[in-house]
């Protein structure tokens, strides 16, 4: 494509973060979490570069089959489970092991006709209220469950809403060992922010999301900045107009930025159709030929205008990292008023991609 905008994906820094992951929950087996297309990232460029997990998670059938057919024998967890009786199938021809939520399922496992029991992950309501069984039905639960001649292994998956914060795991930590007493089961509970930050939670299987991707589960950089996590989505394109304003000149719709004076503004090939926030402010950072600056004004579908004053040098043609290595997604996010995960999510698929 000749519109400049790419989105490169490191592989190294890939490799790297799991193994960071895995350094910080050394007793634990991992879930490398791939839901969401590999959080925007492409799961058929990346799962290989994740190939020292010990399994993938995710959600869609889709994915879990991809991940067969390229080849990759290791377990696979449906983390929302079957969402229909006749998916079960598919399950067994695939050996997925499924998270179970609802009672339905359950009654769906007892009337399937599977080749062998599926692996099964009983999904606790810790506190979060999405899904999973209150924390007084899984001690009924689990023993309906292991009855069943379709289910082989269990293991008791939760979730954490406030991982982030010192506080966050109390509450639902004494939940869960208050289930768990007398089950003797295997446990599933930490996600990003538990396996960095809560050895106590990692148990037999940690779930490390966002981290692998080179992202702050807090949404602020500086939480993770000395764990050697590198980004792995960059983000670039260059400037392919520059404007000189006079004092009063308006920028963008809206002419949500006015001129305070003579300013040189660069106009960038980037805007809100290739997944850069439409709601990013005036001041949300971005780096030009390798200096700091700032957008201006409203994001357009196709262009972004940005700050030339600290960069005087730049023009037609001049590269600039919209996030990456040196502006972190977590920045521009948090200027948006957003989360870096959904930036990554957003990445549309018009960007081409280099796989480096």
């Not at 309906?144 to 001649?149: D, N, S, W, Y």
């Not at 939940?175 to 050895?199: D, F, I, K, M, Y």
């Not at 050697?228 to 002419?255: A, C, F, H, R």
């Not at 200096?291 to 001049?318: F, H, K, N």
Request: aromatic share 6%; hydrophobic share 40%; with cysteine.
């Amino acid at each position: 494509m000749s519109r400049p905008i790419v989105a490169t994906i490191n592989t190294a820094a890939l490799r790297q973060n799991l193994a960071i992951a895995r350094q910080a929950a050394p007793n634990s087996r991992v879930w490398s979490v791939v839901k969401a297309n590999a959080y925007g990232h492409g799961l058929d460029r990346v799962w290989s570069s994740l190939s020292d997990t010990d399994g993938f998670a995710l959600l869609n059938l889709e994915e879990a089959i991809l991940l067969r057919e390229r080849g990759w024998k290791k377990p696979i967890l449906l983390l929302e489970g079957f969402f229909h009786a006749d998916e079960l199938e598919i399950l067994d021809r695939y050996r997925l092991t499924t998270s179970v939520h609802s009672n339905w399922q359950i009654k769906a496992l007892a009337e399937a006709e599977l080749t062998a029991p599926l692996d099964i992950y009983v999904k606790m309501n810790s506190g979060m209220n999405r899904l999973g069984f209150q924390p007084e039905q899984i001690g009924n639960v689990w023993h309906k469950l292991r009855a069943l001649p379709n289910v082989s292994e269990m293991t008791l998956m939760a979730h954490f809403a406030e991982a982030e914060k010192n506080e966050g795991i109390i509450a639902p930590m004494a939940r869960v060992e208050h289930v768990a007493e007398g089950l003797e089961c295997p446990r599933s509970l930490a996600n990003s922010a538990a396996t960095l930050w809560h050895q106590q939670t990692h148990f037999d299987w940690v779930r490390p999301g966002i981290i692998l991707y080179g992202a702050s589960p807090s949404g602020h950089w500086q939480d993770i900045a000395g764990t050697g996590l590198k980004p792995v989505m960059t983000l670039t394109s260059e400037i392919i107009g520059v404007q000189n304003l006079k004092q009063g000149d308006g920028v963008g719709y809206s002419s949500l930025y006015r001129a305070s004076g003579e300013q040189r503004i660069g106009v960038v090939a980037c805007g809100y159709a290739d997944g850069y926030p439409r709601h990013a402010p005036t001041g949300t950072p971005v780096m030009v030929d390798g200096v700091r600056t700032r957008t201006l004004g409203a994001v357009s579908m196709d262009m972004i205008m940005v700050d030339l004053t600290p960069c005087p040098q730049a023009g037609i043609g001049t590269r600039v990292e919209l996030w990456g290595d040196t502006v972190k997604i977590d920045d521009v996010a948090g200027a948006a008023g957003t989360v870096g995960y959904e930036l990554m999510c957003a990445l549309a698929p018009r960007v081409p991609v280099d796989v480096s």
